[in-house]
């Protein structure tokens, strides 16, 4: 089984729409990510959590919300869907042994609004 | 602030030729090194790592060097075949304080048989 899995793999939706990406590790890691990902311009940070009851912004965390229910699960939400918020999204988690943090992603949510 | 610099793509070569992706880096002191891959349709897979100068990380035949001097990671294979058709990212890690992942915007490879 994957160690980061994302629920749901595609989705269409309209403008307007309220929805939620699901993230869920099986690492044991403590630190969670959510990225976008657009042609010619990488990943870039939406939101990450350090543990349960930490929540930090990313560089474009403006239309998007999360939850970290539990160590092993980060929920992004979109309060009200608009076209350029279609991306490809991706959960990464991260350990940080001996000083030194090595991430690792989920297979991405495709999401399409219409 | 920190950055990651890669060469632009696509990069286009026939079965077996040598690979260099470039990977260039700013930051202050001396952040770990990363390659990851993005086959299509797929997440990003760590590709291989290096945490100190000096430091060689190698992984299925590709190898990258962590060079202080240069600030550089540049990505090598000595003969590529079409299963290494991706999309590759340069990243760095701080090696202290909070946060600070930075990913390059990708380099496309695609392999001709």
């Known amino acids: 089984d994957a160690d980061v899995t994302q629920t749901p793999r595609n989705r269409i939706t309209k403008t307007g729409k309220r929805i939620m990406l699901e993230c869920s590790q099986t690492?044991?890691?403590?630190?969670m990510y959510w990225y976008r990902q657009d042609p010619g311009l990488g990943l870039r940070l939406i939101y990450y959590?350090?543990?349960?009851?930490?929540?930090n912004k990313g560089e474009i965390s403006d239309g998007y919300s999360v939850s970290r229910q539990a160590q092993a699960k980060f929920s992004l939400s979109l309060e009200s869907a608009i076209p350029n918020q279609t991306a490809l999204y991706f959960c990464?988690?991260?350990?940080?042994?001996?000083?030194?943090?090595?991430?690792?992603f989920g297979p991405g949510t495709r999401l399409l609004v219409l | 602030g920190n950055s990651v610099t890669q060469m632009e793509g696509p990069v286009t070569l026939s079965e077996e030729a040598f690979l260099t992706i470039n990977c260039t880096y700013t930051?202050?002191?001396?952040?770990?090194l990363f390659w990851y891959v993005q086959y299509p349709g797929e997440g990003l897979q760590l590709l291989l790592k290096?945490?100190?100068?000096?430091d060689k990380g190698s992984n299925k035949g590709f190898e990258a060097t962590y060079r202080k001097e240069t600030t550089s990671f540049h990505l090598e294979k000595g003969s590529v075949q079409v299963s290494d058709s991706a999309v590759y990212f340069c990243?760095?890690?701080?090696?202290?304080?909070?946060?600070?992942?930075?990913f390059g915007t990708g380099t496309r490879l695609k392999v001709l048989a």
């Open positions: 990464a988690t991260s350990d940080r042994t001996g000083g030194q943090e090595t991430q690792y």
């Open positions: 690492k044991g890691h403590d630190r």
């Open positions: 959590s350090f543990d349960v009851k930490d929540i």
């Open positions: 930051a202050t002191g001396y952040p770990s």
């Open positions: 290096a945490t100190k100068a000096d």
């Open positions: 990243a760095q890690s701080a090696t202290s304080g909070t946060y600070k992942y930075i």
